[in-house]
């Protein structure tokens, strides 16, 4: 499992520049139930994600068994994640990567359970890295309880930064809220600027592997 850390610490990092989540935390955290909403929109979209991470691997995992061929399939998946990464680049190219839709200030933790799940099954075809990360999850051969175990940690590691807002309002109260406004401003214009970068350095990598796999036999990773 070690090896595979190369692989998803660039993906996973990719993955956690969303502008969109860490917005609909400062909604939550400004409400008058700040922590209970924050946390419950936090678990939510963490146990979500896992479980779309699940669902994405049964429909890979059913392809492969399906064609009795899986390092060939993968790479053609892989191939096709890659030309998503570069037309997603393409089309956020000028400085929209970070619009999503908030909910409005009136939340509780119940409805935040709610919209958490929404925004993130909603937002799972667009999670490009995510797939990345469950395909290469998926050609390292690991056991069913080995795979699902890297599939919880990547999971536990993307919600830890956002893990930081609802400690910052336990620790610091309402002074916190103007750190973590300026915070989400730095955050979404780093993804505005650099999101269609990454995404065409992910796809460009994704893409050229691929092709070199399928066209030698041979991976360059």
């Known amino acids: 499992m070690i090896e595979l850390l190369p692989k998803l610490i660039p993906l996973l990092i990719f993955d956690a520049l969303n502008p969109v989540l860490f917005a609909l935390m400062l909604v939550a955290v ?4 700040p922590i209970a909403n924050s946390v419950a929109l936090l678990a939510v979209h963490t146990l979500s994600y896992f479980v779309s991470g699940v669902i994405i691997a049964l429909g890979l995992d ?11 399939v993968d ?13 997603a680049a393409w089309v956020s190219r ?5 619009e999503g839709k908030k909910p409005d200030s009136n939340l509780r933790p119940a409805y935040c359970f709610g919209f958490g799940a929404i925004v993130n099954f909603t937002g799972i ?18 056991p069913v309880e080995s795979s699902l175990l890297v599939l919880a940690f ?36 780093l993804v505005d600027k650099f999101m269609p970068i990454l995404l065409f350095v992910l796809g460009a990598s994704l893409t050229t592997d691929a092709l070199v796999y399928l066209i030698t036999g041979e991976a360059l990773w």
């Open 30 to 33: 400004g409400t008058n139930r």
């Open 75 to 87: 790479f053609v998946i892989q191939l096709l994640i890659g030309l998503l990464c570069l037309w």
């Open 94 to 98: 000028n400085g929209k990567a970070s």
């Open 62 to 72: 059913q392809i492969i068994n399906r064609l009795n061929n899986p390092l060939p």
């Open 125 to 142: 075809p667009f999670a490009l890295p995510y797939f990345a990360a469950v395909n290469q999850i998926l050609k390292a051969n690991l």
């Open 154 to 189: 990547y999971n536990i590691a993307y919600a830890l930064p956002f893990l930081l807002i609802p400690i910052m309002v336990t620790l610091m109260g309402d002074t916190s809220k103007p750190i973590l406004e300026k915070i989400n401003n730095v955050l979404v214009k």
